[in-house]
């Protein structure tokens, strides 16, 4: 499988081509430009990029007003701060006043690795799936990153979406349809599925490379990208419980809020009940390092996805 680059970069260069098309879209940043790629887009389109230094609460209220007048705007900067001391603004002047900003969360979950905790975001699922009138994406790769860019300037609602910073692997086969709320199957297990693995954002090849190791040893796996977090797709997710054995999910996130409290929730409701693991990050002080070192350590890895598999089971 082709690895491809990372999902920022992607973004970089989609929004380079998204804002030469069109003179309304632009973009408000916070002491990103580099972290962001957003250089690129600086030097070719200076007049549609705001900088407003390291102060996210301005930014969002910036780029709510604009959004307001009918520009396209993304407001960008790290995840782990846009999406804690702005979350006011996220809900007031973004959601809840339905100004269909693009909040983009860059160097998300564990991306900064070694700077530790307070880089981290591993709440932003949680801290905005409660909030009405805003859909939450991480895309799995650039054909993911490029759909959801494309979506998000011809969506009249406030989006938010999740980038991280390692190359991503080339997932999806030539010609797949992107919608915003509508998962993508990778891998289909068939009538006879003994687990699935449903995914979001750069945890989604983990779990494909998982799928295909349990697969020499001839457990039938399906890979679900469930790239929008919310709204969730919940004929996907109840169509992969009622024909698999054991359902997994895998995040970049706490393993509270985030996409496998959002399965579970709607499993419950629904009143389907199988054997299920909710794989992210628990609660507890997180190891520092690189996000591949944090990964291993919590059993986000192909090997560990697997060995999860098989004890689910039994």
Do not use: W
């Not at 804690?84 to 973004?94: C, F, G, M, P, S």
């Not at 979950?109 to 991480?138: K, Q």
């Amino acid at each position: 499988m082709e690895l491809g680059l990372p999902n920022l970069e992607e973004f970089g260069r989609t929004l380079v081509r998204l804002g030469q098309a069109d003179r309304d879209v632009l973009v408000v940043t916070s002491d990103s430009r580099g972290s962001a790629k957003l250089v690129q887009f600086g030097k070719t389109l200076p007049e549609q990029i705001v900088e407003v230094g390291i102060a996210e609460q301005n930014l969002v209220g910036i780029s709510a007003g604009l959004a307001s007048t009918g520009k396209k705007v993304f407001a960008v900067s790290p995840a782990c701060f846009l999406t804690t001391r702005a979350l006011e603004q996220i809900k007031n002047d973004v959601a809840y006043s339905d100004n269909p900003v693009k909040v983009i969360g860059i160097s998300a979950g564990v991306s900064y690795g070694s700077l530790g905790s307070t880089h981290h975001s591993l709440h932003d699922f949680a801290a905005l799936r409660c909030i009405n009138n805003i859909d939450i994406v991480a895309p799995a790769d650039n054909f993911e990153t490029r759909a959801v860019l494309q979506a998000a300037v011809e969506s009249p609602r406030p989006i938010y979406i999740r980038f991280g910073k390692q190359p991503m692997h080339n997932l999806h086969a030539a010609g797949t349809k992107f919608e915003v709320g509508k998962a993508i199957t990778l891998m289909e297990g068939g009538e006879a599925t003994d687990v699935t693995y449903i995914a979001t954002g750069e945890a989604v090849p983990v779990a494909f490379f998982a799928a295909q190791q349990l697969a020499k040893e001839g457990v039938a796996c399906r890979v679900i990208s469930m790239h929008t977090v919310k709204p969730l797709d919940k004929e996907a997710l109840f169509h992969a419980a009622t024909h698999s054995r054991a359902l997994i999910t895998v995040e970049e996130h706490s393993i509270y809020g985030g996409l496998g409290g959002a399965c579970a929730e709607a499993l419950m409701e629904a009143g389907i009940s199988l054997p299920f693991k909710i794989v992210g990050f628990p609660d507890e002080y997180t190891v520092t390092g690189s996000q591949r070192d944090i990964f291993r350590h919590y059993g986000i890895t192909p090997e560990g996805l697997a060995k999860t598999a098989r004890k689910l089971l039994g």
